[in-house]
């Protein structure tokens, strides 16, 4: 049997309605954005939805709009997909990483709080959460806290609000892979100042590329929606250009595809929910393997990718061959950010920096996954597995 790692959820109607656009006239700006954003206002309850060409633009953007300049630090997660940290090095910004918390992946609040306080004291201290290649730099101003809702599971954001009222710092929270989650039953990505969702194919819903984010902030929304568009301000004509923008803009095909997927959030999301439940039955018994850990403040959890860790000493490679035989892919979720080749090269980052989240590195396998896997699908992979063990 042959699993493929991830597949869209995809029906006539999504088909339909992007035909419809292409007997239309209007590509770009048009009533489709309109309504896509509508509908996350809706799920989110937020005041402002902005559609992107993707979800690393979303980051991008609140980053700008959070006035992160070159030299500011920001505290984030080295257990991300890249895409988190790479907006803050667009900037000129210093991610300061600090580790996670072990049964989640999610960053630790008491470790957020840590270098928080040590970066506002300056000195010796703040100099020890820097960068290696940049310890004998004075501490730089401390801006913002960049969150990520690992796997789906939105991270322990009140602690992390906590952390940001005191020292006056703006929160980004990346929901790219938490789209439906609810935390203590608030929905992901209203946690912090802004949030941003995701939708490349292996996402909870798709729109081929793109991304929204979601804010309270009149101010926020106006900046971000202008930098999407070449940096036109309301007011601007076409060729006026207020701000350095972007083309960040979604296309209303893409738009078209998304509102269909969003008015069926709840049926994708049960889906995903009733493929993980039969990985959880399959493996919670098999010695070896530990199953994802959901805290009991995820009062939803938005399954994004199905993510196993071996027991240490286990030879994770060679279990991923045996798997890749029998037509099973498997990807090492996350390879830590700071250990990526450019990420060493700047920074002078090592093995050990991280512990925990290298350890994470270093057992975690990402099973296939969607919400269309049949039972039959998944129980092959969970004996496949046993019997590669
Ligand atoms: C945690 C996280 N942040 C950011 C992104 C970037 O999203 P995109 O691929 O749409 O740019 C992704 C998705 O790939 C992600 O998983």
């Not at 995809?10 to 309109?34: C, F, H, K, N, Y």
């Not at 602690?159 to 938490?178: F, H, M, Q």
């Not at 036109?232 to 960040?248: I, S, V």
């Not at 049960?270 to 994802?292: D, N, S």
């Amino acid at each position: 049997m042959n699993i493929p790692m991830s597949s869209p959820d995809l029906t006539d109607a999504e088909r339909q309605a992007v035909l419809e656009v292409l007997q239309t006239p209007i590509l770009s700006m048009g009533e489709r954005i309109r309504r896509f954003e509508a509908a996350f206002r809706e799920l989110t309850g937020a005041r402002h939805a902005i559609a992107v060409s993707s979800g690393t633009a979303g980051l991008h953007l609140c980053v700008r709009a959070a006035g992160i300049r070159p030299g500011d630090a920001v505290i984030t997660t080295p257990f991300s997909f890249v895409a988190s940290t790479n907006v803050l090095l667009f900037e000129g910004a210093i991610p300061v990483f600090v580790d996670v918390d072990p049964r989640t992946g999610n960053i630790s609040p008491e470790r957020v709080a840590e270098a928080a306080r040590a970066l506002a004291k300056g000195g010796a201290t703040a100099r020890r959460f820097l960068p290696p290649s940049l310890r004998r730099q004075d501490s730089p101003p401390l801006r913002a806290i960049l969150p990520v809702d690992v796997f789906g599971q939105v991270a322990d954001m009140d602690p992390l609000r906590a952390v940001a009222a005191e020292y006056g710092l703006k929160v980004i929270e990346d929901s790219c892979e938490a789209l439906g989650a609810t935390y203590k039953g608030r929905p992901a990505g209203t946690l912090g100042d802004y949030g941003v969702f995701a939708f490349y194919p292996n996402k909870q819903i798709t729109t081929g590329e793109g991304g929204v984010i979601v804010t309270d902030d009149d101010e926020a929304a106006d900046f971000m929606r202008a930098l999407r568009n070449q940096g036109r301000a309301p007011g601007d004509t076409w060729l006026q250009h207020t701000h350095l923008g972007y083309n960040y803009r979604l296309d209303e095909m893409s738009a078209a595809l998304g509102v269909v997927q969003m008015s069926r959030l709840e049926e994708l999301l049960r889906k995903r929910e009733r493929v993980a439940a039969w990985y959880e039955a399959g493996l919670r018994e098999v010695p070896g393997v530990e199953i994802p850990f959901v805290t009991p403040q995820t009062t939803r959890m938005s399954w994004f990718v199905y993510v196993i860790r071996l027991e240490a000493g286990i030879d994770r490679a060679a279990v991923a061959r045996r798997l890749a035989e029998r037509g099973i892919p498997t990807r090492p979720y996350f390879v830590p950010i700071h250990l990526q080749p450019y990420m060493v090269e700047r920074f002078g980052y090592r093995e050990g920096d991280f512990p925990v989240t290298e350890d994470l590195g270093r057992r975690s396998l990402a099973l296939p996954f969607s919400g269309v896997m049949s039972e039959e699908q998944v129980a092959y992979v969970c004996r496949a597995l046993r019997e590669v063990l």
